[in-house]
């Protein structure tokens, strides 16, 4: 195969890729897991300087908020 060949041919790739890529999570709901060493000390920012509601929990390790149609947990540990 002469270069121009292998040339086209990773062009061609990556185009493929690309487009693959194109729309693949622009309409999905997203979920963040953070870790934190102060569960109280987090629920306080996470409410209270950004201002997103606590939408579940689970125990005293996991509170879940909710940013647009996002889920974030934070997780002690």
Do not use: C, T
Request: glycine share 10%.
């Amino acid at each position: 195969m002469s270069r121009s060949n292998v040339k086209e041919a990773d062009q061609q790739i990556e185009s493929q890729v690309s487009k693959a890529k194109i729309g693949l999570l622009n309409d999905k709901d997203a979920v963040a897991n953070i870790a934190v060493k102060d569960l109280e000390v987090a629920k306080k920012f996470y409410e209270g300087i950004l201002g997103l509601n606590q939408v579940g929990a689970e125990g005293q390790e996991v509170i879940v908020f909710k940013s647009g149609n996002s889920a974030i947990n934070v997780i002690f540990g």
